[in-house]
Nanobody
Protein backbone atom coordinates (compact mmCIF):
# COMPACT_ATOMS: atom_id res chain seq x y z
CA UNK A 1 0.00 0.00 0.00
CA UNK A 2 1.23 3.47 -0.89
CA UNK A 3 0.15 6.40 1.25
CA UNK A 4 0.24 9.85 -0.29
CA UNK A 5 0.04 13.06 1.70
CA UNK A 6 -0.39 16.43 0.01
CA UNK A 7 0.48 19.76 1.57
CA UNK A 8 1.02 23.36 0.57
CA UNK A 9 -2.46 24.41 -0.46
CA UNK A 10 -4.02 27.66 0.64
CA UNK A 11 -5.47 30.99 -0.38
CA UNK A 12 -3.56 33.21 -2.78
CA UNK A 13 -4.34 36.22 -4.90
CA UNK A 14 -4.44 36.00 -8.67
CA UNK A 15 -0.93 36.19 -10.07
CA UNK A 16 0.56 34.63 -6.97
CA UNK A 17 2.34 31.33 -6.45
CA UNK A 18 1.99 28.19 -4.39
CA UNK A 19 4.07 25.06 -4.09
CA UNK A 20 2.33 21.78 -3.42
CA UNK A 21 4.13 18.76 -2.06
CA UNK A 22 3.15 15.12 -2.09
CA UNK A 23 5.03 12.80 0.23
CA UNK A 24 4.82 9.05 0.09
CA UNK A 25 5.79 6.51 2.67
CA UNK A 26 6.79 3.81 0.29
CA UNK A 27 10.40 3.10 -0.53
CA UNK A 28 9.50 2.00 -4.05
CA UNK A 29 8.14 5.48 -4.80
CA UNK A 30 10.70 5.81 -7.57
CA UNK A 31 9.00 3.05 -9.59
CA UNK A 32 5.76 5.04 -9.91
CA UNK A 33 4.72 7.74 -12.29
CA UNK A 34 3.22 10.60 -10.28
CA UNK A 35 0.40 12.87 -11.29
CA UNK A 36 -1.59 15.82 -10.03
CA UNK A 37 -5.28 16.12 -10.71
CA UNK A 38 -7.75 18.75 -9.58
CA UNK A 39 -11.45 18.98 -9.02
CA UNK A 40 -13.42 22.20 -8.81
CA UNK A 41 -16.92 22.33 -7.28
CA UNK A 42 -19.48 20.89 -9.64
CA UNK A 43 -16.86 19.71 -12.12
CA UNK A 44 -15.19 16.43 -12.90
CA UNK A 45 -11.69 15.65 -11.76
CA UNK A 46 -9.21 16.73 -14.42
CA UNK A 47 -5.61 16.01 -15.25
CA UNK A 48 -3.12 18.77 -14.42
CA UNK A 49 0.40 17.41 -14.73
CA UNK A 50 2.42 14.20 -14.42
CA UNK A 51 6.01 13.03 -14.24
CA UNK A 52 7.53 9.70 -15.17
CA UNK A 53 9.09 7.40 -12.61
CA UNK A 54 12.61 8.73 -13.18
CA UNK A 55 11.64 12.34 -13.84
CA UNK A 56 12.72 12.09 -17.44
CA UNK A 57 9.35 12.95 -18.90
CA UNK A 58 6.74 15.48 -17.86
CA UNK A 59 3.22 16.01 -19.11
CA UNK A 60 1.09 19.12 -18.75
CA UNK A 61 -2.49 20.08 -19.40
CA UNK A 62 -2.69 22.94 -21.88
CA UNK A 63 -4.34 25.13 -19.26
CA UNK A 64 -1.26 25.09 -17.02
CA UNK A 65 1.64 24.94 -19.49
CA UNK A 66 4.17 27.64 -18.82
CA UNK A 67 2.76 28.31 -15.35
CA UNK A 68 3.04 25.03 -13.46
CA UNK A 69 6.12 22.85 -13.01
CA UNK A 70 6.25 19.32 -11.65
CA UNK A 71 9.38 17.79 -10.19
CA UNK A 72 10.30 14.88 -7.98
CA UNK A 73 12.96 14.01 -5.47
CA UNK A 74 13.17 10.25 -5.26
CA UNK A 75 15.61 10.42 -2.38
CA UNK A 76 12.92 12.18 -0.34
CA UNK A 77 9.99 10.21 -1.80
CA UNK A 78 8.35 13.51 -2.66
CA UNK A 79 6.85 15.13 -5.74
CA UNK A 80 6.35 18.87 -6.05
CA UNK A 81 4.02 21.10 -8.01
CA UNK A 82 5.17 24.68 -8.39
CA UNK A 83 2.27 26.85 -9.45
CA UNK A 84 2.95 30.36 -10.69
CA UNK A 85 0.76 33.06 -12.20
CA UNK A 86 -2.26 31.51 -10.56
CA UNK A 87 -5.70 32.33 -11.87
CA UNK A 88 -9.11 32.14 -10.20
CA UNK A 89 -9.95 29.23 -12.51
CA UNK A 90 -7.14 27.25 -10.88
CA UNK A 91 -9.25 27.09 -7.72
CA UNK A 92 -9.86 23.43 -6.89
CA UNK A 93 -8.93 20.57 -4.64
CA UNK A 94 -5.62 19.20 -5.88
CA UNK A 95 -4.93 15.49 -5.64
CA UNK A 96 -1.64 13.65 -5.90
CA UNK A 97 -1.68 10.18 -7.45
CA UNK A 98 0.73 7.32 -8.11
CA UNK A 99 0.52 4.73 -10.84
CA UNK A 100 2.52 2.20 -12.81
CA UNK A 101 0.43 1.54 -15.88
CA UNK A 102 -1.01 3.18 -18.94
CA UNK A 103 -1.48 6.72 -20.08
CA UNK A 104 -0.67 9.25 -17.34
CA UNK A 105 -3.45 11.57 -18.50
CA UNK A 106 -6.23 9.31 -17.22
CA UNK A 107 -7.17 8.99 -13.57
CA UNK A 108 -8.13 5.34 -14.05
CA UNK A 109 -4.47 4.50 -14.55
CA UNK A 110 -3.48 5.59 -11.07
CA UNK A 111 -3.63 3.17 -8.18
CA UNK A 112 -3.08 5.40 -5.17
CA UNK A 113 -4.46 8.81 -4.27
CA UNK A 114 -3.89 11.40 -1.60
CA UNK A 115 -6.66 13.09 0.36
CA UNK A 116 -6.37 16.34 -1.55
CA UNK A 117 -5.40 19.88 -0.67
CA UNK A 118 -7.48 22.99 -1.33
CA UNK A 119 -6.13 25.74 -3.54
CA UNK A 120 -8.15 28.94 -3.69
CA UNK A 121 -7.19 31.82 -5.96
CA UNK A 122 -8.95 35.10 -5.35
CA UNK A 123 -9.45 37.69 -8.06
Amino acid sequence: QVQLTESGGGLVQAGGSLRLSCATSRRTFNSYAMGWFRQAPGKEREFVVAISWNGGNTYYADSVKGRFTISRDNAKNTVYLQMNSLKPEDTAVYYCAAGQRGDVYYSRNYDYWGQGTQVTVSS
